[in-house]
């Protein structure tokens, strides 16, 4: 029995949010926070574990009920190990090429400590808030206890400033995953890391593994992600500084149509810009596995590495057919594992800003050599996006006729800036319903100008006869079913991975009958 520690460095909490610190707070009840879900239709009120129902929807499992503790219990693994960590979100200062940048994180870095287990292994994660304002952590991707999740009004009350609250769940699947706040437009900040659980079983065929986090990042630079916010729902005509994509001018890329809301100052690769890019050291024939994690909030990346291909071998943490690419494509949200086996000398390892002007950048080196800071080819020859992939037999999920279906059209658009799911916005109408044991059949239909990356708390889905995920690329017009078994009772979030589409409205409940 191993433990496993975490530790966050502490950073200086400098408890007075100061005068844009105020602003941000009464914005944020303005706006009643979407994505904190204080507007969820269902909750009358929060105790201090979670909601209390309406009496029409008394018989929804709640997220404190036996049921859930019962499917956890079956989760848990004779000698699993316990991981520990804390996480301080705060404020900190950032060095961004040279420009220091005040943002909030869970270290003194642009992502937060990486979290590290086993499959089956116990998480066990205090969060301590030294921010101004409010915060939660979602754990992206991970079936977990629903009252774990950490959707604040929904599966647990937010935690307020200078407030502790310790996640413990059972982490079951091995895979790439990432933990963020589900509160208002923080993700669009330093609030996320990494969380891999590794497959005790897994062969581990490669050398070495580098672990790429990819992010679109404004925070410090003359605007926050609540300014943006701000900037966006009161655009009506306002252009403000040609960073707010609105009307006409929606950015577009060839794969995806509408690209993106927001023209960011900057992408990072593993919190740095092009100008102060990493260096990824290796040796020539070496294979390394890549875990690329889209932290992004309004960027889809487009990767690839000069002078090679990439075999895409998971995505959403489960395993795929392993496919041989030029170039991948994530949304926000989407996780992919690569494998690649390294040339001499040095390459240029690019995510592209899909449709936006812009990309992050690294160097990877094995030998002597400037490597080239154009784009490399690569990015234009075989572009896969990961729903194209086929799952691994194993990740592959048995036919079955669905007992429910449920259609999702994703509407909305930037003048006014809302987007919604069946004509509502988020608290407008009532959950999607389920029950334990069924089929779930999910019809994503997009009716909107824009791609949106459908992601779904708690489970994964196949999408069609295709690869296992839990966050799923719906282009302009596409139709994407998605299937999932309906195994883990509770109140799970199904929205946009943009955080502005998801904060204006596109998200709506799933959840089980009792
Ligand atoms: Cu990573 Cu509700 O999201
Ligand atoms: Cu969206």
């Not at 437009?185 to 986090?213: F, S, T």
Request: with cysteine.
């Amino acid at each position: 029995m191993t433990n496993v520690q975490v530790e966050a460095e502490a950073g200086g909490l400098d408890g007075d949010a100061g005068e844009g610190g105020r602003r941000l707070l009464t914005r944020r009840r303005l706006l009643g926070g979407i994505m904190s879900c204080v507007g969820l239709a269902g909750v009358a009120g929060t105790t201090a574990w979670g909601p209390r129902l309406l009496d029409r929807e008394r018989d929804l499992v709640s997220p404190g009920d036996d049921v859930v503790r019962q499917v956890e219990a079956g989760r848990t693994r004779a000698g699993a190990a316990t991981v520990t960590a804390t996480l301080r979100p705060r404020p900190v200062t950032l060095d961004l090429a040279g420009t220091p940048v005040s943002t909030w994180g869970y270290a003194d870095a642009a992502s937060g400590p990486l979290i590290r287990g086993r499959a089956g292994d116990l998480i066990r994660v205090t969060v301590a808030n030294e921010l101004p304002v409010q915060t939660s952590v979602h754990w992206h991707g991970i079936a977990l206890r629903n009252d774990m999740d950490g959707v604040p009004g929904v599966t647990q009350a937010p935690i307020g400033p200078g407030k502790t609250f310790t996640y413990a769940f059972t982490a079951p699947d091995p895979g790439t995953y990432f933990y963020h706040p589900h509160f208002g437009v923080q993700l669009d900040r330093a609030l996320h890391g990494v969380l891999i659980v590794d497959d005790p079983h897994e062969p581990g065929d490669y050398d070495a593994e580098w672990i790429v986090v990819l992010d679109d990042w404004v925070d410090g630079t003359g605007r926050t992600p609540d300014q943006v916010l701000s900037a966006l729902t009161g655009m009506a005509g306002m252009h403000s500084n040609g960073m707010i994509m609105g009307g006409m001018e929606t950015m577009g890329s060839p794969l995806l149509g509408g690209a993106g809301d927001v023209a960011y100052p900057h992408y990072l690769l593993n919190g740095r810009p092009p100008g102060a890019a990493a260096t990824l050291t290796g040796r020539p024939g070496q294979r390394v596995r890549l875990r690329l994690i889209n932290a992004g909030s309004d960027t889809a990346f487009r990767v690839a590495l000069g002078g090679h291909r990439l075999t895409v071998t998971h995505t959403d943490g489960f395993p795929v057919a392993p496919t041989t690419v030029d170039a991948i494509l994530l949304g926000m949200g989407e996780r992919a594992d690569l494998l690649v086996t390294l040339g001499d000398g040095a390459f240029p390892l690019v995510a592209a800003a899909e449709g936006k002007t812009g990309h992050a950048y690294a160097v990877v080196r094995t030998g002597k050599g400037q490597a080239p800071a154009a784009r490399p080819a690569e990015l234009n020859r075989q572009v896969r996006t990961t729903e194209t992939l086929s799952p691994a037999d194993a990740a592959r999920l048995a036919h079955r006729a669905p007992d429910r279906v449920h259609r999702l059209e994703l509407g909305g658009g930037m003048m006014p800036y809302r987007w919604t799911i069946n004509g509502a916005a988020f608290g407008e109408s009532g959950p999607l319903r389920v029950r334990h044991g069924e089929r779930l059949r999910l019809e994503f239909v997009n009716r909107t100008a824009m791609f949106h990356p459908m992601h779904v708390h708690g489970h994964t889905f196949a999408v069609g006869g295709g690869p296992r995920k839990d966050t799923v690329i719906v282009r302009p017009g596409q139709n994407v079913a998605v299937e999932l078994e309906a195994d883990n009772p509770g109140q799970w979030m199904t929205h946009c991975h943009n955080v502005y589409h998801a904060e204006t409205g596109m998200m709506i409940s799933l959840a089980y009958e009792t």
